[in-house]
């Protein structure tokens, strides 16, 4: 058991060694494109409820 916690941790931290030392390919943009996507939603949604009153 202890082993195979051992080996686990191990290939955990591999894992996360390499997500941290590599580029994210095109992530970035998408993530962005999202955000601004959703702003722009919360922002309309701001701008409806604000002539309601």
């Known amino acids: 058991m202890i082993t195979?916690?051992?080996s686990l941790a191990a290939c955990v931290?591999?894992?996360a060694f390499v997500?941290?030392?590599t580029g994210h390919a095109g992530s970035s943009d998408v993530i962005?494109?999202?955000a601004q996507r959703v702003q722009a939603?919360?922002?309309a949604m701001l701008g409806r409820d604000a002539h309601r009153g």
């Open 19 to 21: 997500a941290y030392r």
């Open 4 to 6: 195979f916690l051992v």
């Open 41 to 43: 939603e919360l922002t």
């Open 32 to 34: 962005d494109r999202d």
């Open 13 to 15: 931290a591999f894992a």
